[in-house]
């Protein structure tokens, strides 16, 4: 178990300074997942296609937060269904790790959505497509959007 919790910590930093310095909460929590665990599934695609999902999707804020789906897509990596095992069923493990990250995240963020968490971060939302309104919001969150970067490759390296 101390390989994995140092494992865990490494990848929650890589995660962090990934989202202070480029953004895009989705793709940090995979890269720094991609990058510290051995054996890691996520890949260079897995990557790419989670750039749209940033900002509750395509910025919209309606969404989860882009971290808490870079968590659920890693743990997916690994744990969920594959294509050709569509007729075996659910696959219901996969579907309780993720829902046991999602309680945990609203426990500690106080929501789930980029709204909900802009709104707890900074009092109010945002339009993340006007420049001034997303400058603002930057400005405003400080690290916490980090924050939850973190937090999510945390858990999640802790559930790989």
Same mark, same amino acid.
């Given at each position: 178990?101390?390989?994995?919790?140092?494992?865990?910590e490494?990848?929650?930093?890589?995660?962090?300074?990934?989202?202070?310095?480029?953004?895009?909460c989705?793709q940090?929590v995979?890269?720094?997942?991609?990058e510290?665990?051995p054996g890691?599934?996520?890949?260079?695609?897995?990557?790419?296609?989670?750039?749209?999902?940033s900002?509750?999707?395509?910025?919209?804020?309606?969404?989860?937060?882009g971290?808490?789906?870079?968590?659920?897509?890693?743990?997916?990596?690994?744990?969920?269904?594959d294509?050709?095992?569509f007729?075996k069923?659910?696959f219901?493990?996969?579907?309780?790790r993720?829902?046991e990250?999602?309680? *945990?995240?609203?426990? #500690?963020?106080? %929501?789930?959505? &980029?709204? +909900?968490?802009q $709104?707890?971060? @900074?009092?109010r939302?945002?339009?993340?497509?006007?420049?001034?309104?997303? *400058?603002?919001?930057? #400005?405003?969150? %400080?690290?916490? &959007?980090? +924050?939850?970067? $973190?937090?999510? @490759?945390?858990?999640?390296?802790e559930?790989?």
């Amino acid at each position: 178990m101390g390989d994995k919790c140092e494992i865990a910590e490494r990848a929650a930093s890589v995660a962090r300074g990934y989202e202070l310095d480029y953004g895009c909460c989705p793709q940090c929590v995979l890269a720094a997942v991609k990058e510290t665990v051995p054996g890691s599934r996520v890949t260079e695609e897995t990557i790419k296609a989670s750039h749209g999902l940033s900002g509750g999707g395509a910025l919209s804020g309606t969404g989860l937060c882009g971290s808490l789906v870079g968590g659920i897509l890693a743990l997916g990596t690994r744990r969920g269904r594959d294509r050709d095992k569509f007729e075996k069923g659910k696959f219901i493990g996969n579907f309780k790790r993720c829902n046991e990250l999602i309680g *945990a995240f609203a426990e #500690r963020f106080g %929501g789930t959505t &980029c709204r +909900e968490l802009q $709104e707890r971060f @900074t009092g109010r939302t945002f339009d993340m497509w006007d420049e001034q309104e997303f *400058a603002e919001f930057a #400005r405003l969150r %400080g690290e916490r &959007c980090a +924050e939850t970067a $973190e937090f999510v @490759t945390r858990l999640v390296v802790e559930r790989l």
